[in-house]
């Protein structure tokens, strides 16, 4: 979940396989429309997915099956 610009919580469930790229729409959750403030459009969550470029060595892979055992912390960017 991140914080919306407003402060509401937007929470992102993903029951699938994610790759680098993937786009989740969030129906509702986008900015409100510039003549009628009061209907607002969907937000598109673009994931990036960092994968490692060479194998890891024992010391990653046992951080790597600690990470996967905890909850999940999203980083996002706005693109830019």
Known sequence: SFSH?????????REK??????????KGEGLPQHDQNTLVGDLYVTIDVDFPKDEL?????????T????ESKYQFY???
């Open 67 to 70: 990470l996967l055992n905890q």
């Open 17 to 26: 396989i994610t790759w680098p790229g993937a786009r989740i729409k969030k």
């Open 5 to 13: 610009l407003d402060g509401h919580q937007v929470i992102i469930k």
């Open 57 to 65: 060595n024992d010391e990653q892979r046992k951080i790597v099956r």
């Open 78 to 80: 706005n693109g830019i």
